[in-house]
């Protein structure tokens, strides 16, 4: 009895130091994946939870397994959106009447600009750039070939410079100095 | 924003300054611990329960449980497969159950 109280409190304790280093820029990718602050959350907790239940497996890669599962989290709340609109429809009234956290994220102009890009671009950046993997574990995360990480990371960043330079002609239109 | 998103660098630079300030609540472990457990036990409860009615059901049914009958020997059975636990008896002749016993018959000595 002891044995096992031993085993899960160690099991616990690693998982707990694990959760501490990796959840901020797992929160963060998510961020950027999803819409909004909730969804993200939400999307964290799920992955950590999964992660947790299989611990044993994850914990000889845990990051790059926490990668994986996030993704998927994330594209599970996707098609749930598109299954159900009418979730998607009070959440953006929601937002209409939540303004302070409308006021907050206008400031992530990278993010918003983040989230105009198709889906698998996204992704991928946010994999490379945000939870710093490499090709290979990009590809192994989103369980597509390295050569197509390659081609959409290098779309992806065309496309954010376009926007990035669109979104700061609007801003000169609107502000100018 | 003057960042180049050509630039992996910049761009991983420009990412940490726009989201540094979004942290994560401090006891999520133990949030997701103690969700995780709360589910667990959730679950035993449910197959504790389910295992409970289905016995609650079988048993009166006599599909289960003390008042269920033992199997019964199938005579077609080959002897050899058999498993349970048979009484061997000793091969009877044809017909030898139908013989109707008679009295032996008395012999009387005559005199010569």
């Known amino acids: ?177 | 924003m003057s960042i180049h998103a050509d630039d992996e660098f910049s761009l991983r630079i420009a990412l940490d300054s726009e989201l540094g300030d979004v942290w994560p609540g401090e006891d999520l472990a133990d949030l997701v611990i103690e969700r995780h457990r709360r589910t667990r036990r959730r679950r035993v409860a449910g197959a504790v329960s389910l295992v409970v009615l289905c016995a609650g059901i079988g048993v009166p049914l006599g599909l289960s449980g003390p008042g269920s009958k033992p199997s019964q020997h199938d005579p077609g059975q080959r002897p050899d497969r058999h498993t349970g636990s048979v009484v061997l008896m000793p091969p009877v002749r044809a017909g030898a159950g139908l013989v109707i016993g008679r009295p032996a018959p008395v012999l009387t000595a005559v005199a010569a």
């Not at chain 1, 901020?24 to 992955?47: G, H, I, K, N, Y």
């Not at chain 1, 937002?95 to 102009?109: G, I, K, L």
Request: charged letters at 30%.
């Open chain 1, 1 to 177: 009895m002891r044995g096992i109280r031993g085993a899960r409190a160690s099991r616990d304790a690693e998982f707990t130091e694990f959760v501490q280093a990796a959840s901020p820029s797992l929160l963060r990718a998510a961020l950027v994946l999803l819409d909004s602050r909730e969804d993200a959350e939400d999307a964290v907790q799920v992955t950590l939870l999964r992660t947790y239940r299989r611990w044993e497996q994850a914990k000889q890669a845990p990051q790059a397994y926490a990668r994986a599962v996030l993704v998927n989290a994330c594209r599970e709340r996707w098609r749930h959106r598109r299954r159900h609109p009418e979730i998607s429809q009070d959440l953006d009234e929601l937002a209409n009447v939540v303004s302070f956290a409308e006021a907050v994220d206008r400031r992530h102009v990278l993010v918003r600009v983040l989230r105009q890009l198709p889906g698998i671009q996204r992704e991928v950046l946010v994999c490379r750039y945000l939870l710093d993997a490499t090709v290979a574990e990009t590809a192994a995360a989103l369980d597509i070939a390295e050569g197509t990480v390659k081609s959409a990371a290098s779309r992806g960043l065309d496309q954010l410079r376009q926007l990035l330079y669109d979104e700061e002609k609007r801003d000169r239109r609107v502000h100018p100095r």
